[in-house]
């Protein structure tokens, strides 16, 4: 933007509250969102470093946060008063902890097949919340987990993507992926969906052995494909399942309300179990 005085002292005065044309440039990203449910309206806003969804997953006290400055994210829950931050440093500690155990697990998962069903019981409550046979059958489902390119790119909400899936017998998962540059957006927020962009897909790779806990366990050179943002997205069948799918994109005429944590909100930490 090329300033004139007269633009320069206008932007100036008017700063504090956001009407300076580059201070609030906002953009959103709508989706159409559907789990097993009526379909509603999902909004990714992003602003000024920033990016959210209001309402994560149809429900109205969630919000998800993330600030491409400090790569952090953080899900706010209104109704407990609390909210969990984490980041790509966070998800690669956890995914170190579950390998330091994973051996420990597997031998106790074997140990525990040859028990009776009181002494499981014992076990169980030793082990409190661990969920050593789901572990173990998770595990051994990843191995099974591939992820390949569907077809020819396409085309949703006027954005070209290239369509991959997931299939393992723990999961099947279809999504088409888009590079942020194609949505044409204001410089800032380009940047900050970049970055976004590739914190998700770094907190994937240093997932590890925690994916493994969900039955998900791919390859490096699987891992290298993911890169871009989910125009589309599927989990399970065609009649039932998560579903996600961009509506189209378009620039906010006035400044967007980002969600921020409240101070008296407790953080709660991500726990394996």
Same mark, same amino acid.
């Given at each position: ?55 994560? /997953?149809?429900?109205?006290? !969630?919000?998800? +946060?993330?600030?491409? =400055?400090?790569? &952090? *994210?953080?899900?706010?829950?209104? #109704? ?26 597997? /031998?106790?998962?074997?140990? !525990?097949?040859? +028990?009776?069903?009181? =002494?499981?019981? &014992? *076990?169980?409550?030793?082990?409190? #919340? ?144």
């Amino acid at each position: 933007m090329k300033y004139t005085p007269s633009t320069f002292l206008l932007c100036l005065a008017t700063l504090m509250s956001g009407l300076c044309p580059e201070s609030f440039a906002a953009s959103i990203l709508e989706y159409r969102f559907k789990d097993s449910g009526t379909p509603v309206t999902q909004a990714l806003e992003i602003q000024n470093g920033r990016a959210w969804i209001h309402g994560l /997953g149809g429900d109205p006290e !969630m919000d998800l +946060l993330f600030d491409a =400055q400090s790569g &952090q *994210w953080a899900v706010i829950n209104r #109704k407990r008063q609390s909210f969990t931050a984490f980041s790509e440093k966070s998800v690669r500690q956890l995914s170190e902890q579950l390998e330091l155990v994973a051996p420990l697990v597997k /031998g106790l998962g074997e140990q !525990m097949g040859g +028990l009776s069903e009181s =002494q499981r019981q &014992q *076990w169980g409550h030793l082990l409190e #919340k661990v969920p050593v046979d789901e572990i173990n059958r998770l595990q051994k489902t990843a191995k099974k987990t591939k992820l390949v390119a569907s077809g020819k790119p396409q085309r949703i909400a006027g954005i070209e993507c290239r369509p991959f899936k997931v299939d393992s017998s723990a999961t099947h998962v279809d999504f088409c992926l888009a590079e942020p540059a194609s949505l044409a957006l204001p410089e800032e927020d380009a940047r900050t969906l970049l970055r976004m962009t590739e914190s998700s897909r770094a907190m994937i790779q240093n997932a590890g052995s925690l994916s493994a806990r969900f039955g998900l366990n791919l390859a490096a050179n699987d891992l290298a494909k993911i890169s871009g943002l989910p125009i589309s997205f599927r989990e399970g069948s065609t009649k039932a399942g998560v579903e996600l799918q961009l509506i189209g994109v378009k620039s906010a005429g006035e400044p967007l309300r980002s969600p921020d944590i409240p101070s008296g909100y407790r953080q709660e930490k991500i726990k394996l179990w």
